[in-house]
């Protein structure tokens, strides 16, 4: 998903302080989405250095919005729980993040921030609400963790460096994301990126790198997905690059961004549907050194399958379904 950030509510500027949230829930204002739902956040944290959030829940009460955007009706855009943008040192231990508007948290332009024991929860029908958002960032790690939301657990944005992800359980949503990456021509990449021992239950997509199908200077590369536990999941291994929602602005055009150095390790579970594996590469900007080491993925029972374009690679140990790569 694309963040972008305009307008901010409930701005905290230049603070260093440890900020504990405790019960009873800091909710917003209950019954009216629009307080908060046109601006594009309810609470930031901006050039901050040192800050912690210990605990707490915040509570969005999204389910409103979401209701009026399913109508079709003019709704506003919704608002972002949570943001620390161009901030250092920042830690987030043990929140809890319920039915936000729209994004959960958002990590944007920041260094060196840690986020643990992390609870996130909205419906799996919740349109944007993306659990952890973490975009033009450096070090960022994050552990422990279990988030269910209607669309991304974990997405990944342009400008994403030295990001951990390890032992997150997601679902529902839509898994864990690199992108979509593409959406501008000239655009920062995203680079050494480990996700590892997590658990994906009844999600949309497990594992996933999406690139939007024009042309971009972009690009993704030094990625492992390691140990990684699929429940009956729609999508368990997908690279898309030709995402392209609506066919609007990409029509006929290929993906410029360049997907290399990509490790899938000990991936092992049931898939919802028979593609279990699916790298749906740019003829322009084919993906390279795609590596597949013991991935066992099964459909009702049975071997699921993989399909395979434009991705070149290698395979070791025990792969189930066949390799495609060439």
């Not at 998903?1 to 949230?21: R, S, Y």
């Not at 690139?211 to 999508?235: D, E």
Request: glycine share 10%; hydrophobic share 30%; aromatic share 6%.
């Amino acid at each position: 998903m694309e963040k972008l950030t305009q307008h901010k509510p409930f701005l905290m500027h230049g603070l260093k302080p440890v900020a504990p949230l405790r019960p009873p829930p800091f909710m917003c204002h209950k019954g009216d989405y629009k307080v908060i739902g046109n601006a594009d956040d309810w609470l930031v944290f901006e050039h901050v250095n040192g800050v912690s959030i210990n605990g707490g829940t915040l509570d969005g009460q999204g389910a409103g919005l979401w209701t009026c955007i399913k109508t079709g009706e003019r709704c506003p855009s919704g608002a972002t729980t949570l943001e620390f943008t161009n901030s250092n040192n920042i830690v987030i231990n043990g929140l809890t993040s319920l039915n936000s508007q729209k994004f959960h948290t958002v990590i944007n332009e920041c260094n060196n921030v840690k986020a643990q024991g992390v609870k996130v929860s909205a419906s799996g029908d919740s349109p944007n609400t993306d659990g952890i958002h973490v975009q033009s960032s450096s070090s960022v790690t994050i552990l422990n963790s279990r988030i269910g939301t209607g669309d991304d657990c974990v997405s990944i944005g342009p400008g994403t460096t030295n990001l951990w992800i390890e032992n997150v359980a997601c679902g529902p949503g839509h898994g864990i994301s690199i992108g979509s990456l593409g959406k501008e021509q000239e655009e920062a990449g995203v680079q050494n990126v480990t996700v590892k021992t997590v658990t994906f239950s009844g999600t949309q997509n497990g594992v996933r790198i999406k690139s939007w199908g024009r042309p971009s200077s972009g690009f993704a590369r030094n990625i492992l997905f390691q140990h990684a536990t699929m429940k009956n999941v729609q999508n368990p291994i997908v690279i898309d690059q030709n995402y392209c929602p609506d066919d609007k602005n990409c029509p006929e055009q290929t993906s410029g961004v360049k997907i290399s150095d990509v490790t899938y390790q000990d991936i092992h579970g049931t898939s919802a549907t028979k593609v279990a594996v699916k790298f749906d590469c740019s003829l322009e900007s084919p993906c390279s050194g795609i590596s597949f080491e013991d991935v066992k993925l099964t459909y009702k029972n049975e071997p699921a399958e993989a399909s395979c374009s434009h991705a070149d690679g290698s395979s070791s140990g025990f792969i189930q379904p066949n390799d495609c790569l060439v």
